[in-house]
């Protein structure tokens, strides 16, 4: 086959496939056939390349050219300029926001120069549906090289040796749990991928089993090897049906070319994978409700000990990593131990992928060394606050973790710090705000979300949780006390300490984290009845300015509840009763004359 | 039918695919050597095609890492085929009528040992944003 002069990699990630990416990749090839040149120049799907603000993005290799934003119709201009003339479409290139010059080539974007990809080394280089290709991307040697070199000790030993740590969210050492499954002895022992990726935000789980399968599975493959189990499963959540696609995809090929089944690389050794599908409860990513619900039980969290390590799926010795923690595997295995642990800080190695969301410029999936500050990744990675405005807060760690703030800033990110600071890592979930956020909305909403989910089992959760939310409602809406507060702290810290599962101990941080470091915030809102975000709907009064006003009658025409009344040519005023602050009477009022207080 | 069974399969098969994505590969890769060629319509019509093809496939022959980039016209129309070699860390220099024994040349002399070669044409521009 001929060798092809330059590849255009289209983003094939769900964001990106959303907004037409299948199609661009066909109007391409078709546009190539048109030119004669489909045997030189390849198009190809690949996993997500994180900077979804942008999207679709297409990228040229070699010369690192980054489309943004490309629409199917853009095809025929980027093969006619590009492939055939040689020109790059500057329309299309990102704009560095802040001299507002185009950036000819990914390694000149801010987005990029901080980032570390090593469990997204794949993502955005590879096409995901082809195992050729992942193979050619020394896919597949980190298993060769355990199955052939390394006893299943060895193999325990170099990702203890490591420090790598689980990226799900708690941190425990990825090592220590292998240790302890192969410890215990079974006549079948499980290997289990946490693919219940849950957190309001997060999806670099999803990204990763989108860009990058194989690697999963390899790592699987390893982690059946390292423990003594021939069966693995991955338990995903249905709503991500491109992922699952893939997987199956890639299951089918690893079988194929005998890299899955029985008697892998002649070593003897045999191990499968099989997905198992999950509905979507958060629970059900906390790992004992997770092999519940794979074994046809209600998705509930049990007793931890025992845990899965020593009585898992069927009772069996089970070992359960998230997608990212696998991800990790095959690189260390291949690079060693001593390449990995060189990276990050000094209780925390390797990198971190972050799906930044929020108030920010450049919204998208990054991966960076541990260690890094926010500062770094909100001001350099992120492009900055939107809008220009002032930065407040960063949520991390989801519905279990807290807010960081401007003290923060400079706090090397790692998952002791995260705690110190009163957050936690989770997943990598980063919603960024500014000052249009409000911080008793926010632990609202995330209160919100765990009422929601929480699976009945314990009271503290079911009960504690609701009795939270409910202050929280009645403070936001202006009715609550001192003594509010106080109850909302102390009722945090009985469910934190008597909740049956990691979820519930950790449901009350955002509550906890806001009183913290926004006490202020909260006292305004209990004692001045003010919301200064604009956020509480029941704190906010519209107003007209009776020198402003000239009574042109605009507002009282458009108010859809008649709250607004008064003569022709004579100010008008509100009736704050009848109002029902949905902002039409500002949109129209061309003096300038409403405002809020 | 299992496509392989040993680790001498898998890795047979990995360098095969290897070649095949290394164009890939060496856009992330830095300081490889960088030859850009002028493949406008007066450049491929003075044959720069068959030049990127040979250069490709001489420098692979040779165990070299190149990066192969084709671009528009540079404006040395008098001069095709021209291409531009940039060494890591050195200025580019722009060479004209590239013919295959040129080429040949390029690759032999200044490409590997940084030695010049006739050809040169003194560059009348400045570029910006690389």
Redesign the interface.
């Given at each position: 086959?001929a060798?092809?002069?330059?590849?255009l990699?289209v983003c094939g990630g769900t964001g990106c496939n959303a907004s037409r990416s299948q199609e661009i990749a066909a109007n391409l090839k078709s546009s190539l056939k048109d030119n004669g040149l489909e045997n030189e120049v390849q198009v190809i799907l690949t996993g997500c390349f994180g900077f979804c603000e942008k999207g679709p993005i297409v990228k040229v290799?070699?010369?690192?050219t980054f489309y943004t934003e490309v629409k199917p119709e853009d095809a025929t201009e980027i093969i006619m300029e590009h492939v055939v003339?040689?020109?790059k479409v500057t329309r299309l290139l990102y704009t560095d926001p802040e001299n507002k010059?185009?950036?000819?080539?990914s390694k000149?974007m801010g987005f990029y120069k901080k980032q570390m990809r090593i469990a997204l080394r794949n993502c955005g280089?590879?096409d995901p549906q082809n195992i050729?290709?992942y193979?050619?991307?020394?896919?597949?040697?980190a298993l060769?090289k355990c199955l052939?070199e390394m006893t299943p000790e060895q193999v325990i030993n170099e990702i203890k040796l490591s420090g790598l740590r689980g990226r799900g969210g708690g941190g425990f050492p990825t090592g220590l749990k292998w240790e302890i499954a192969s410890k215990n002895h079974a006549d079948q022992k499980y290997v289990v991928c946490n693919a219940d990726e849950g957190d309001p935000g997060a999806f670099m789980d999803r990204s990763i089993l989108e860009g990058d399968p194989h690697t999963v599975l390899e790592a699987m493959a390893i982690n059946g090897y390292a423990i003594g189990a021939t069966k693995g499963l991955i338990y995903i959540r249905a709503e991500y049906p491109l992922a699952i696609n893939r997987l199956l995809v890639a299951i089918d090929q690893a079988h194929?070319?005998?890299?899955l089944?029985e008697d892998i690389?002649?070593s003897g050794f045999n191990f499968d994978i099989e997905l198992r599908y999950g509905a979507g409860a958060f629970v059900c990513g906390e790992e004992t409700a997770l092999i519940h619900s794979m074994e046809g039980q209600r998705g509930e969290p049990t007793f931890k000990p025992p845990f899965p390590a020593q009585s898992g799926y069927n009772k069996k010795p089970t070992n359960v990593n998230n997608v990212e923690t696998y991800a990790n595997i095959p690189i260390i295995i291949s690079k060693g131990a001593n390449w990995f642990n060189q990276i990050g800080t000094e209780k925390s190695k390797g990198t971190k992928v972050f799906a930044l969301a929020g108030q920010i410029n450049n919204v998208g999936l990054i991966e960076v060394p541990m260690g890094i500050t926010l500062r770094e990744i909100i001001y350099e990675i992120g492009g900055g606050i939107k809008g220009g405005r002032e930065f407040k807060a960063v949520q991390t760690g989801g519905p279990s973790g807290g807010c960081l703030t401007q003290k923060h800033l400079d706090t090397p990110i790692d998952y002791d710090n995260l705690i110190a600071a009163g957050s936690m890592m989770g997943s990598g979930g980063m919603v960024v705000m500014d000052e249009t956020s409000c911080m008793v909305a926010i632990a609202k909403f995330y209160l919100e979300f765990t009422v929601e989910e929480s699976c009945g089992k314990c009271s503290p959760c079911r009960i504690g949780n609701k009795r939270l939310h409910e202050i929280l409602e009645k403070i936001s809406k202006g009715n609550g006390t001192m003594e509010d507060l106080d109850t909302l702290t102390n009722l945090a810290r009985v469910i934190k300490d008597t909740a049956l599962c990691g979820l519930g101990q950790t449901s009350p941080n955002p509550v906890l984290s806001t009183i913290e470091n926004f006490y202020d915030e909260y006292v305004e809102h209990i004692k001045d009845k003010k919301c200064r975000a604009g956020v509480c709907k029941s704190l906010m009064q519209y107003v007209i300015d009776q020198e402003q006003c000239v009574g042109c009658t605009a507002c009282a025409r458009n108010c859809p509840v008649n709250a607004i009344s008064g003569e022709k040519k004579m100010p008008h005023f509100i009736n704050t009763e009848l109002c029902i602050k949905c902002g039409a009477c500002i949109e129209k009022c061309k003096f300038n004359a409403i405002s809020i207080c | 039918m299992t496509k392989i069974k040993s680790l001498a399969d898998l890795k047979a098969m990995k360098q095969s695919v290897q070649e095949k994505i290394d164009t890939r590969a060496k856009g992330k890769a830095e300081g490889l050597v960088q030859v850009k060629i002028a493949m406008a319509t007066c450049g491929i019509a003075a044959g720069a095609k068959n030049v990127m093809d040979y250069m490709m496939s001489e420098t692979e022959k040779r165990g070299m890492d190149v990066v192969f980039t084709q671009t528009g016209c540079m404006g040395y129309c008098h001069a095709e085929p021209t291409i531009e070699v940039t060494l890591p860390g050195k200025e580019p220099i722009v060479f004209g009528y590239v013919d295959l024994k040129k080429a040949d040349e390029i690759i032999d002399k200044y490409i590997k040992d940084g030695e010049l070669v006739e050809g040169i044409i003194p560059v009348n521009y400045e570029k910006i944003n690389n």
């Open positions: 086959m060798k092809f002069k330059m590849h990699l290799m070699p010369d690192n003339k040689g020109r010059q185009h950036v000819a080539d000149h280089y590879i050729e290709e193979i050619g991307a020394d896919g597949y040697t060769a052939g194929e070319y005998g890299l089944g690389l002649g | -």
